[in-house]
């Protein structure tokens, strides 16, 4: 059984994006409807540009699935560009302060940032949110769910309280464009949004990604490269114009003494559910990861986005060769990056999952799963 990955190729006005998924069981039901509607999640929220006007994001199943069900071998996901205008596309010899322009071309010895700007920009992740989606199908096997939402945008901010559901928060975030489950707060980020487009200039933000049903024991402490928390952080941080990743309390917890930051544990045999087996937690500061691993309570990762590179009244720089025109942009991408963070954090649970139970069919991970539940029970017997 080959371990669950995900690899893209494509570039932003070029034909197509692909995500090529490899290791996922035969077995696991696909629900391409439930992909689009997280492909035009993505192409939502208040702020967008003019691109999200163009396309109409949906996913093409090119191989790895027959009568909407997985048989075992790779998957290829196709996302088409209706703007895919590579070839004629003007080429950029002024680099954007704080996008990938300047360092691409010193990369590649280009004086053209077209190159690198083609594939580093965020078009990229509408094939991450397509292999996190399909990745999702396999979750929705074990009850585990995910929800990303926005916490900040600029200077207004929102606490989100534990104990709030997973559906609780879905259904608040969808009520509104900020893509935010306070309604007040979104509205407030609404409103510097347009400001900022007033002012020409962008903004940026926080996103947060909850995760719940999973069980405990998923990741590892034995090596470092199999620590989950380090892996989530990898993953979220590495979407674009992401600065920096949390889990749980994270930063804020270098402000604490350790009675104010760890979690104590208490046992109470009634909150038996087949995951938590009796052991619950005061709190939840540590964002349901320790040493690696998650420890039953709901994981909670955090992650700050900058404002987008692109600004319509511009930015000084140095000419490689002439000044380039004004690219399309948008004045605020925080609600679909938090549909990214969602689906690459979706990804990296189902990449645990089938690390922890494996199995080459769906079947065989779901006993390998219901066993280890039950072993998880005893502990509190």
């Known amino acids: 059984m080959a371990t669950l990955s ?56 090119l191989s790895g699935v027959r009568n909407g069900v997985t048989i075992g071998s790779p998957i290829a ?47 990229e992740t509408a094939a991450r949110v397509a292999a996190g989606a399909l990745a999702r199908c396999l979750l929705r096997a074990f009850d585990i769910h995910v929800v990303g939402y926005v916490v900040r945008v600029f200077d207004v901010a929102v606490e989100i309280a534990e104990g709030r559901t997973l559906d609780a928060l879905r259904a608040a975030r969808d009520a509104n464009a900020a893509y935010c489950p306070d309604p007040a707060a979104a509205e407030r980020m609404i409103e510097r949004i347009r400001e900022a487009k007033r002012d020409k200039e962008t903004v940026g933000g926080v996103v947060e990604v909850r995760v719940a049903g999973h069980p405990p024991g998923l990741g590892s402490c034995a090596r470092w490269q199999d620590k989950l928390d380090g892996r989530l952080m990898r993953a979220v941080g590495s979407i674009q114009a992401f600065k920096g990743v949390e889990i749980g309390l994270g930063f804020a917890s270098a402000a604490r003494r350790g009675g104010d930051v760890h979690d104590e544990i208490d046992f109470d045999p009634s909150t038996v559910d087949g995951v938590k087996c009796g052991f619950v937690r005061r709190s939840n500061n540590a964002g349901g990861l320790e040493g690696g691993m998650t420890n039953a309570m709901p994981i909670v990762v955090r992650a700050a986005m900058k404002p987008i590179s692109t600004l319509l009244k511009g930015l000084d720089s140095v000419n490689l060769k002439t000044r380039a025109a004004y690219e399309r942009s948008d004045i605020c991408a925080v609600a679909a990056a938090s549909v990214v963070a969602e689906n690459v954090v979706a990804f990296e649970i189902a990449r645990a999952m089938l690390e922890k139970f494996g199995g080459d069919t769906l079947a065989e991970a779901r006993g390998a799963y219901d066993r280890y539940l039950h072993a998880v029970r005893s502990l509190g017997a």
Not at 21 to 41: F, K, N, Q, Y
Not at 92 to 105: E, K
């Open 6 to 61: 995900y690899r893209t190729a494509g570039e932003s006005h070029g034909p197509a994006l692909i995500a090529l998924v490899e290791g996922m069981p035969a077995g696991v039901a696909v629900d391409s409807t439930s992909i689009d509607a997280e492909l035009r999640r993505r192409q939502g929220g208040y702020g967008r540009g003019g691109r999200m006007k163009i396309e109409r994001d949906a996913v093409e199943l």
């Open 77 to 123: 996901l196709r996302i088409a560009n209706r703007d895919h205008r590579i070839d004629e596309a003007p080429p950029v010899h002024r680099p954007r302060p704080g996008h990938a322009d300047f360092a691409g071309s010193v990369k590649w010895l280009t004086t053209d940032c077209r190159n690198t700007l083609e594939r580093a920009s965020a078009r």
